[in-house]
């Protein structure tokens, strides 16, 4: 059995600051190539942070919220919902 057949194993909390960033780009009626650009940022890393594969460094969270002109918090999910997903995981350290 491949245990690579599935895709990479991804944190809960990265899929949720993913889904942030997605919601923040879509908002901004933006393709993630349009947006990758704009944030000068590989489009196939970056629809890996979208994803929640990619621990995303903080140079390029800096990078994205510039390019949606938002405060770089308005990136993360709120730590209610980051709560949530920890029930009964571990975060992977």
Known sequence: MCRYAAGPVKNPKLVLLGQEIRRLREEKALSQE???GLADIDRAYYGGIERGERN???LNII???EALRVEVGKLFPTLSALS???NG???GR
């Open 34 to 36: 349009e947006f990758a």
């Open 56 to 58: 995303v460094a903080a």
């Open 63 to 65: 990078k994205i919220a």
């Open 84 to 86: 949530r997903t920890m």
């Open 89 to 91: 995981a571990r975060d």
